[in-house]
């Protein structure tokens, strides 16, 4: 069943007919499919196709000349990166926000009760180059906690999955990924995440996007897009209080 807007009034149409490549940071997986969906039943013979890796690789995918037409990145800088390269057309515009949290297995069976508790498990993380581990970098300074990853991936979706396995005691993952996958995992707050936010931007990426681009990305920054956000766990952006 398609999605409908709901709000703020009606979400942007685009152009009929057309095919709209969007590059995703992996976090925004369940919402931007249902999104994809949506837009396809507004715009009837369009087709949305989606790509979702780590941010940081999906930056290197277009700078190497990926056909793109929108870029969704879980961090500021990432996109600042390609926009510094001109590769995004205008200014991109924050959408979304995200936090991390500890992710466990059921039952919590290392104990883990919060931040401090992560120096002493087997914990996998992300890398510090891509958003989730920067996040992670940022509040192992501002808890003077130093950690010992057995494992750094290349997206918080992989961080995820080498818990569910039972190949970690814990990980670092978004809330959004760690409500997602309830009853696979338990959460264990962070409460210094909240002073380091994940700042999620969308643009469309140059040269030649076709008109459909910005229309995907009015759908989500309409009311479609942030409703379905706000129901995945994300924080809306900073001038949506």
């Known amino acids: 069943m398609a999605l409908t807007g709901c709000g703020g009034g009606a979400d942007p149409a685009g152009g009929d007919g057309e095919t709209i490549t969007v590059f995703a940071a992996a976090s925004l997986r369940g919402v931007f499919e249902s999104l994809a ?4 039943a507004r715009n009837p013979g369009s087709e949305v196709v989606l790509n979702f890796a780590g941010s940081s690789d999906l930056a290197t995918q277009i700078e ?43 039952g919590n069976p290392a104990g883990v009760e919060g931040f401090t508790d992560l120096a002493g498990v087997r914990l996998v993380a992300c890398a510090p180059q891509v958003p989730c581990g920067a996040a992670a970098t940022r509040i192992q300074e501002i808890t003077g906690v130093r950690l010992s990853p057995v494992s750094e991936e290349s997206s918080v979706t992989e961080v995820l999955g080498k818990v569910i396995s039972g190949e970690a005691d814990a990980g670092l993952v978004y809330v959004t990924d760690a409500l997602a996958a309830a009853g696979k995992v338990e959460a264990v707050s962070i409460p210094e995440a909240a002073e380091v936010p994940n ?17 995907f990305i009015d759908t989500v920054t ?13 924080q809306p952006p900073a001038d949506r209080p």
């Open 222 to 234: 309409g009311s479609t897009g942030q409703t379905l956000l706000k129901d995945a766990g994300f």
């Open 37 to 40: 969906e949506d837009y396809e």
């Open 64 to 106: 190497a000349g990926a056909p793109a037409d929108v870029f969704a990145s879980a961090d500021a800088p990432t996109m600042e990166r390609l926009a510094e390269a001109g590769l995004i057309d205008g200014e991109p515009g924050e959408f979304a926000r995200n936090r991390l949290t500890i992710a466990v297995p059921p």
């Open 199 to 215: 700042s999620y931007l969308i643009g469309a990426v140059a040269p030649g996007a076709p008109e459909g681009a910005q229309a």
